[in-house]
């Protein structure tokens, strides 16, 4: 399977509780703050929940 970074880029203030408990399931907390997921079709669901506050690259 291939490898994602995905990295916090805005705040979750004023941002529905489901999508902050979804940046937490990811292990996101703090702006800046990257970790790295295997792409199984879960971790792209909850990106795809929270695409406007992270960023996401491939990583070979």
Same mark, same amino acid.
């Given at each position: 399977? &291939? #490898?994602i970074k995905v990295t916090k880029v805005k705040s &979750? @203030? !004023? !941002? /529905?509780?489901?999508? #902050? $408990?979804? $940046?937490? &399931?990811? *292990? $996101?907390? #703090?702006? *800046?703050?990257?970790?790295?997921? +295997?792409? +199984? /079709? %879960? @971790?792209?669901?909850? @990106? %795809?929940?929270? !695409?406007? $506050?992270v960023s996401v690259e491939e990583i070979k």
């Amino acid at each position: 399977m &291939a #490898k994602i970074k995905v990295t916090k880029v805005k705040s &979750a @203030i !004023k !941002k /529905p509780k489901r999508q #902050k $408990l979804t $940046l937490e &399931a990811l *292990g $996101l907390s #703090k702006i *800046g703050q990257s970790v790295e997921h +295997t792409d +199984t /079709p %879960n @971790i792209v669901g909850m @990106i %795809n929940k929270v !695409k406007h $506050l992270v960023s996401v690259e491939e990583i070979k």
